[in-house]
């Protein structure tokens, strides 16, 4: 695998996110090899403050070429400098511009909404958010005990809105609208930005990974709350989950 430098690319990522899954698919599409670190869970925010220089709070962010980079969409540019083949913005300004504007619409616009919808029917479901930490991190969910359990689900109920049932009804809005953008700028064919796999069906697919589960993801989960159950098998026949289920089979390469 290459690399522009003689130390491997370093990528601080949260296993479980649909955004550090965008990043990883693009170092990995990219032939990018990385190491990967996970924080403990619950350590994110102040790390990712720590990292940018308080430029981010949020992970993922990727050590490459001597600096730090934080925000999927900005470390996807970086990549596509440093690493330009195979490509993921279009050669055409034209079609440049249509796919970063729809990368930033399902960044703003779906991708906030699955995570608060996820993480709403885990609230509502602690066996499967304790089956679903002892597969992501099985050491550090055993050594966090209890008491740091109920502190990550503190956490994740104050950043999301996780107790919010309007909120998460209104999430679920956002997902089924978000299914409907992108069908209908689908329409007939097999990408969203001409006729080749660019950054706007990456950052799509990935973002509603984890109401398809695709096998091809960096993490499978075996078993969902009943709500994200039930809507996996809602929107299971529509065009668009069968194309995020495409989308990893026919582009998404092995982890590096």
Same mark, same amino acid.
């Given at each position: 695998?290459?690399?522009?430098?003689?130390?491997?690319?370093?990528?601080?990522?949260?296993?479980?996110?649909?955004?550090?899954?965008?990043? =990883?698919?693009?170092?990995?599409?990219?032939?990018?090899?990385?190491?990967?670190?996970?924080?403990?869970?619950?350590?994110?925010?102040?790390?990712?403050?720590?990292?940018?220089?308080?430029?981010?709070?949020?992970?993922?962010?990727?050590?490459?070429?001597?600096?730090?980079?934080?925000?999927?969409?900005?470390?996807?540019?970086?990549?596509?400098?440093?690493?330009?083949?195979?490509?993921?913005?279009?050669?055409?300004?034209?079609?440049?511009?249509?796919?970063? +504007?729809?990368?930033?619409?399902?960044?703003?616009?779906?991708?906030?909404?699955?995570?608060?919808?996820?993480?709403?029917?885990?609230?509502?479901?602690?066996?499967?958010?304790?089956?679903?930490?002892? !597969?992501?991190?099985?050491?550090?969910?055993?050594?966090?005990?209890?008491?740091?359990?109920?502190?990550? !689900?503190?956490?994740?109920?104050?950043?999301?809105?996780?107790?919010?049932?309007?909120?998460?009804?209104?999430?679920?809005?956002?997902?089924? +609208?978000?299914?409907?953008?992108?069908?209908?700028?689908?329409?007939?064919?097999?990408?969203?930005?001409?006729?080749?796999?660019?950054?706007?069906?990456?950052?799509? /697919?990935?973002?509603?990974?984890?109401?398809?589960?695709?096998?091809?993801?960096?993490?499978?989960?075996?078993?969902?709350?009943?709500?994200?159950?039930?809507?996996? /098998?809602?929107?299971?026949?529509?065009?668009?989950?069968?194309?995020?289920?495409?989308?990893?089979? =026919?582009?998404?390469?092995?982890?590096?």
């Amino acid at each position: 695998m290459r690399t522009t430098t003689a130390t491997k690319p370093t990528l601080w990522h949260i296993t479980v996110s649909h955004y550090s899954e965008k990043v =990883r698919w693009a170092l990995d599409y990219k032939g990018v090899g990385y190491e990967g670190r996970t924080p403990l869970p619950g350590l994110h925010m102040p790390l990712g403050l720590w990292l940018t220089r308080g430029r981010h709070y949020t992970l993922p962010v990727l050590e490459i070429d001597g600096g730090r980079i934080g925000d999927s969409t900005a470390i996807i540019a970086a990549l596509e400098e440093l690493h330009p083949q195979p490509r993921l913005y279009p050669g055409t300004p034209e079609l440049r511009r249509r796919a970063l +504007a729809l990368e930033e619409w399902f960044d703003e616009e779906v991708g906030p909404y699955v995570r608060r919808f996820v993480f709403h029917a885990l609230m509502g479901d602690p066996d499967c958010f304790a089956e679903i930490g002892a !597969q992501i991190s099985p050491r550090a969910f055993e050594m966090m005990g209890p008491g740091g359990r109920r502190g990550v !689900q503190a956490l994740i109920v104050r950043r999301y809105r996780a107790h919010d049932d309007a909120a998460a009804e209104d999430a679920l809005a956002k997902v089924l +609208a978000g299914f409907d953008r992108l069908e209908a700028e689908l329409g007939a064919g097999d990408y969203l930005a001409g006729d080749a796999f660019s950054v706007a069906d990456l950052t799509a /697919a990935a973002l509603l990974y984890p109401l398809v589960r695709p096998p091809e993801a960096t993490l499978t989960i075996a078993r969902m709350p009943e709500p994200v159950e039930r809507l996996q /098998a809602q929107l299971r026949p529509r065009h668009g989950y069968r194309w995020v289920e495409e989308m990893f089979q =026919r582009h998404r390469r092995p982890p590096g």
